[in-house]
């Protein structure tokens, strides 16, 4: 890991940085914040997350489940799905929207058995016959003369750190009289054995068992491998391997770097399923939240619409059981019976929206519903008799048009007459709801260029105010910034300093994608990079972060004189150059003041507080910056870009400040009003 010296020796000399005299030199603008007043309210609901399995965010990223393909599911496609090549093709389905018939490819891999490989006098299949669980018939069959070795290096590698237990479950049979020996070693890189240990498998009957095996030594791309010694057949089921060292163990399976940085950003709640995985390519390979319950090994997981099977390891129960653990409230995102509409947009017939109704409701059921319920009881048997944090549903993913806002009121009567209490989301923009009857909120989405967010930080000042708010459940800067560099971030703090103004309208948000396996980029600037050995948060991370960390309770009124400066980019394209949103903590009695620099120049500001009571001298700052827009993080520098916190003295009612250049910067200013 590489240190940014610069940065470090920055915050170093700046822990009791003298507040600049604007005396000496004048300010260039002047930000005069009004205490006298409060503005709007800005929800504690603010900032939360979205998950959605892209990018091997949950199999290859949240998940601790360190084996790919453990179930040998890999290869079992949606129904009236075919492979031709390296695509997997769907069935043809009338597109609501074009009129038309359509269809679409998505990747599919060659590999006979993805993600496992074999070595020596043995030869392997894929098998249906005798599944231990009807719901993942696939099993694989190693048929050995001599000595063979079946591995599995999992999502681009195995990391296997020193002395740490993992436990590996195994269901394994033999059978056409097999007589040998299994055995399960940990193999690092360099193909020093780690760990092993005897695998017993049941003679001509599945055996579901589990074992501890513990490294020598650490490897950052380990596998896992089975020696088979002896001549028949010995048949895999499932195999599993997770780390002792999880986040929340059995219960929460998932990796404790990862998940600590979902809770690092202190999410108010999480968004689950998705994204279009909640819609598919087409309605046969949409998100279906009953398979994801019960024993891993029993799960069929289901091919995505991102090109890579999910293994369903991460369910419904998991992500509730997570939100609970973080104190966060839990959203769920139902299908009204549609495809995606970018893609094959198929329609189920109307005879069976009312069997897409009640699986929604049943999914609030397991959540919420008591024991005595169909799906409360469900939930009671699988540890938790008590109800999950369930508090948001959002009807659809994406959807749009006639067809989506009748659905729409037929699913929002229903959940409204049984749950009243929960908060129900519609797909429409800023544009209107159309004939849409009742909503609690909106759901607009901004995929976009830095100049969009830079110039579009006032959009919601003029929005129409309705019976509803406002959730902007997907926004980000995912275009012209590499993989996600400062500008991106920059544009992305200027746009939330214009939610957070309008709080009386923007409730809550999320920045989507939230996760990318570094190996697997299917969707290109994601907010956190994860690799088997580390996880890392873009510049995008810390802005999310700041603004989680420093929600004002309420906003305060600010206007900046002299203001106006403008910035020219590469692209030609031009945007202002600072932006502001100020606001007040009513329990620690502090201004906050978010201000973005996106010039390469520092630009001073004088602060001043009109109706305080009072202003300390003594203030903080925290402070995210980088040399240039174009820096980004990398597992090399994952801290390039990172907050660093100064002490300020010589703040006050009035004082002037130096804003670095490409910065995001929080004031707390201790003061009464």
Partial sequence: ???????????????????????????????????????????????????????????????????????????????????????????????????????????????????????????????????????????????????????????????????????????????????GNVTARLVA???????????EPGNNVWNDSSIELRPSEGSGKGSLSFVIEGNGTVCFDYVSLLPEDTFGGKTIPFRKDVAGMLAGLHPSFIRWPGGCVVEGTSLENRFEWKKTLGDPAARPGQYSLWGYRCSYALGWHEMLSFCEAIGAASMFVCNIGFGCQYRCGDVCPEKEIADYLQNCLDAIEYALGPVDSEWGAKR?????????????????????????????????????????????????GLKGTGKIEKTDMID???????????????????????????????????????????????????????????????????????????????????????????????????????????????????????SGEITETESGESHPAVFYACGYDKKAEEVIVKVVNAQPEAHRVEIALDGAASASRKAKAITLAADSLEDENSFDEPMKISPVETSIRGAGKRFCYDFEPCSYTILRIPAKR
Wanted: glycine share 8%; charged share 20%.
């Fill in 1 to 179: 890991m590489k240190i940014n010296f610069k940065h470090v020796l920055a915050a170093t000399a700046a822990t009791a940085m003298m507040v600049a005299s604007c005396d000496r030199k004048p300010a260039q603008e002047t930000l005069i914040i009004d205490l006298s007043e409060p503005g709007a309210e800005i929800s504690p609901s603010m900032y939360g997350i979205f998950f959605e399995e892209i990018n091997h965010a949950g199999d290859g990223g949240l998940l601790a489940e360190m084996v790919e393909n453990m179930s040998f599911e890999e290869l079992e496609m949606p129904a009236g799905y075919h492979a031709e090549g390296d695509r997997l093709i769907s069935p043809a389905k009338f597109h609501q929207d074009r009129k038309e018939m359509a269809r679409t490819e998505n990747r599919w891999t060659g590999d006979p058995v993805p993600g496992w490989t074999l070595e020596g006098e043995a030869g392997m299949v894929l098998s249906h016959a005798a599944p231990m669980f009807k719901t993942a018939p696939t099993s694989l069959e190693v048929r050995a003369k001599g000595n063979a070795v079946l591995s599995n290096d999992g999502y681009w590698g195995m990391n296997f750190i020193k002395d740490n237990s993992y436990t590996l479950r195994t269901i394994v049979k033999a059978k056409g009289g097999f007589a």
């Fill in 189 to 199: 890189e360099d193909g020093t054995v780690l760990a092993e240990a005897a695998i």
């Fill in 380 to 428: 009671a048997e699988a540890g938790h008799p008590d109800p999950f944090p369930l508090k948001y549903v959002e009807i659809g993913n994406e959807n749009w048009g006639a067809e989506y806002e009748r659905r729409y009121n037929i699913f929002h009567k229903a959940i409204k007459e049984k749950y009243p209490e929960l908060t129900l989301i519609c797909n429409c």
């Fill in 444 to 562: 607009p989405h901004f995929y976009v260029r830095p100049e969009y967010f830079y110039n579009n930080t006032h959009i919601f000042d003029d929005a129409k105010r309705g019976d509803y708010t406002a959730y902007v459940g997907e926004y980000a800067t995912n275009q012209a910034v590499g993989g996600g560099n400062m500008n991106a971030a920059l544009s992305e703090a200027a746009f939330i300093g214009g939610m957070e103004r309008n709080g009386d309208f923007v409730k809550m948000c999320s920045y989507a994608p939230l996760f990318e396996n570094s190996n697997d980029r299917v969707w290109p600037v994601n907010l956190i990079w994860i690799n088997s050995t580390g996880v890392l948060g873009r510049s995008s991370y810390y802005v999310q972060k700041m603004a989680a960390e420093n929600r004002p309770d309420f906003n305060l009124s600010a206007n900046m004189t002299e």
